[in-house]
């Protein structure tokens, strides 16, 4: 009797904690402008009826998409479940397998802040960098980690520990541990070719590798020049370092 009662109150309390979170997003709201954001919603996002009812509450922009759509032609008349993608089957198929969201450089920070706060209700998992200039949020996303330049995905956690008031080019420079002249060299680079490409990481812009070294570092390893001079190697240094 006593561990039904207390299962009982504990149902309470995370209703009552789920409540609070939910009325935290809405009083966050309030700061929300909509400026440099531009929300687009994957259909086959988890949780994706919800969030619109949510978001039209709030008289959130948005816009939504169906992904794939081009690639399963099908009849009209078809009934065939494989060929339609709004089938049971395909929407499963075709959905994120994570609840993900990618933002651009210039992606208002206190109005993505306040869509993370949101989705945290709704189960977001994971947020990516999208390495973009411009302002698009997707949500749905189909991101995945890839072992190049600001590419490690942020906690949901990490994103609303960081002070509200940060530009977004502030909080990708704390986290990735980099300069902002490291980012923004980054924009016009098709990080994916040069992921596949053998010589990957051992470019001869020194000006950029000292940049990364010693904004990794901040002084606890010595000179730039003497840690390369001794086979300094990036990967085993992030990894002393914890990143």
């Not at 945290?120 to 998992?125: K, M, Q, R, Y």
């Not at 080019?169 to 902002?180: G, M």
């Amino acid at each position: 009797m006593e561990d039904n009662n207390f299962e009982k109150r504990l149902k309470v309390v995370e209703a009552e904690i789920s409540l609070l979170r939910v009325l935290k997003s809405i009083e966050l709201f309030k700061f929300y402008n909509g400026e440099n954001i531009d929300l687009h919603i994957n259909q086959y996002s988890k949780n994706y009826e919800q969030i619109i009812l949510f978001f039209k509450y709030l008289k959130i922009d948005f816009k939504s998409f169906l992904p794939f759509q081009s690639s399963l032609p099908f009849p009209d008349d078809s009934d065939d479940e494989e060929k339609d993608p709004f089938s049971k089957t395909n929407v499963k198929k075709n959905a994120p397998k994570k609840f993900s969201l990618t933002f651009d450089l210039n992606t208002n920070f206190q109005n993505l802040y306040i869509i993370i706060e949101i989705l945290n209700n709704f189960g977001l998992e994971k947020v990516f960098y999208s390495n973009e200039t411009g302002n698009s949020v997707t949500i749905g996303s189909y991101s995945e980690h890839y072992d190049i330049p600001l590419s490690k995905p942020f906690e949901i956690k990490t994103i609303l520990d960081m002070p509200f008031y940060y530009s977004t080019i502030n909080v990708l420079c704390q986290y990735y541990k980099v300069t902002e002249f490291y980012i923004l060299s980054k924009l016009d680079r098709n990080l994916l070719e040069e992921f596949h490409n053998d010589n990957f990481g051992k470019r001869d812009d020194d000006d950029e590798e000292r940049d990364t070294f010693n904004a990794l570092t901040d002084g606890q390893y010595g000179d730039f020049e003497d840690w390369k001079n001794n086979n300094g190697d990036y990967d085993n240094l992030r990894d002393d370092l914890g990143y």
